[in-house]
């Protein structure tokens, strides 16, 4: 889960503790904040550099999430499946992080009701480098440990999904009759850019 050991479990809903899911629905923005926050340490005093980028110094509260364009990925019919993938790097490869570029995915067009329009597969926990490490280049066979992990949520039209950009994942085959349309939004730290998909070349 995006928030796991964060107070939120959106695999379970109706947990004690955990808030509800509708209204966390309705704050895709709060959960990317939750989700990329740190624990405050007595170190971060000592982050001087917090004054800087109208940061507000070491005791002001961690800026919010930039919220990216939206844009939008449309699935032709008899579309294959894409390759599996990570839509961001990590930004440190020592040890994982918490994150920072998140996902919005919405679902619509026609097809989004039809089973076999096939939607997006992701593959929890692979944002974690020794996870991701091990399902990847161990001994074995890859598309064997991955097959075992995918999860592939049912989505309705108008239905969202929200992700780390870390996590694989890969477009499934379209094999309806229809266009399979896919609404999205990123939310980022402040100080992340991504030139790939987002600069301001004309391609």
Not at 68 to 89: F, I, K, M, R, T
Not at 115 to 141: K, M, N, R
Not at 194 to 199: F, I, T
Request: hydrophobic share 40%.
């Amino acid at each position: 889960a995006v928030l796991e050991r964060r107070g939120v479990d959106l695999a379970a809903p109706g947990a004690a503790g955990v808030e509800a899911y509708r209204e966390l629905a309705l704050r895709e923005d709060e959960i990317c904040r939750r989700a990329a926050a740190t624990a405050a340490t007595p170190k971060r005093r000592g982050n001087y550099g917090l004054w800087n980028f109208d940061l507000g110094g070491p005791d002001a509260p961690k800026k919010a999430l930039d919220v990216g364009e939206v844009g939008a990925v449309v699935s032709l019919p008899g579309c294959a499946e894409q390759a599996l993938h990570a839509d961001a790097p990590h930004v440190f490869d020592d040890a994982t992080r918490p994150g920072h570029y998140f996902n919005l995915f919405v679902m619509g067009g026609a097809a989004a009701d039809a089973p076999e329009c096939g939607q997006t597969a992701f593959v929890p926990g692979s944002h974690d480098l020794d996870a991701c490490a091990v399902l990847i280049f161990e001994d074995g066979g890859v598309s064997e440990r991955v097959s075992r992990s995918l999860v592939r949520p049912r989505l309705r039209s108008g239905d969202a999904v929200l992700f780390d950009a870390r996590v694989l994942h890969f477009g499934l085959p379209n094999r309806s009759a229809e266009r399979r349309a896919l609404v999205y939004c990123n939310h980022t730290e402040w100080w992340f850019r991504d030139p790939k998909n987002w600069d301001d070349r004309v391609s």
